[in-house]
């Protein structure tokens, strides 16, 4: 019974690293919608933080919830317009969104840091839509990546191959910390330092929290195996 306990335990964490990995790609990656966000106020989004100990930023969100209840098509075309400012240009992007920028001297992109994230990639046959015309390292994609494997990870814990989903959970805790620990923090002041507005102020934060804790979390897992 004990033996059952804890692995449901570990299959409800495996389910919600999968969430919040597609939930954070999701808003990184894509404009804001309004099922996006209302999702990110769902019940099953604050479950899955609080299952994993995330708090920052959600102050920011609970501001941007509220700024949607009370005029709702403002709220949404100005974060829509703060998601193409900051991540889409035409200007130059105040925190751009690639590993490489933040790992070379002379902030570029398409560097020796996106071959590696690519090597990582095609273990798993990753491939991006755009490969090539893109960037590997972008920060959509490496969120993506870690939500594919989290997948993986919970389906052979769910058919008891244990062996696999050490190997998935080894290779994505290798992932945070040579890739996405090593930039996102940077890059997470950059946009601190450019936006006021709640959302990415919040999803920042959130950003930043959640890498961490699943860390941790992806070290008890395996030591529960």
């Known amino acids: ?3 059952q306990s804890r692995q449901d ?21 894509n404009e804001p919608t309004s099922e996006a966000i209302n999702i990110l106020n769902s019940d099953h989004t604050q479950t899955a933080l609080s299952l ?17 209840n009370m005029n709702g098509e ?27 920028v933040y790992m070379t001297k002379d902030r570029l992109i398409f560097q020796e840091c996106t071959l590696n994230v690519r090597k ?10 755009h490969f090539r015309s893109e960037a590997d390292d972008h920060l959509a ?9 989290s997948v993986l990870a919970e389906t052979a814990h769910q058919v008891g191959d244990l062996s696999k989903a050490e190997e998935v959970l080894k290779d994505q805790r290798a992932f945070l910390e040579e ?27 959130m950003l ?10 992806i070290g008890e897992i395996l030591d529960s195996f």
């Open 1 to 3: 019974m004990e033996t």
């Open 9 to 29: 335990g570990i299959a409800i964490l495996l389910a919600n690293r999968t969430y919040l990995y597609r939930l954070l790609h999701n808003f990184f990656g």
């Open 52 to 68: 994993l100990s995330v708090e920052k930023g959600l102050d920011s969100l609970e501001d941007f919830a509220n700024q949607m």
């Open 74 to 100: 403002e709220a949404l075309d100005k974060v829509r317009s703060e998601f193409t400012r900051l991540f889409i240009g035409p200007t130059k992007l105040p925190a751009p969104p690639w590993e490489s």
């Open 120 to 129: 990582c990639y095609l273990k798993y046959y990753f491939v991006p839509v």
């Open 141 to 149: 994609l490496e969120l993506d990546f870690m939500c594919n494997l």
């Open 179 to 205: 890739h996405l620990l090593a930039w996102v923090p940077q890059f997470a002041a950059d946009l601190k330092a450019s936006t006021s507005h709640p959302l990415y102020l919040g999803m920042t934060s």
């Open 208 to 217: 930043e929290e959640f890498l961490l804790a699943d860390l941790v979390v």
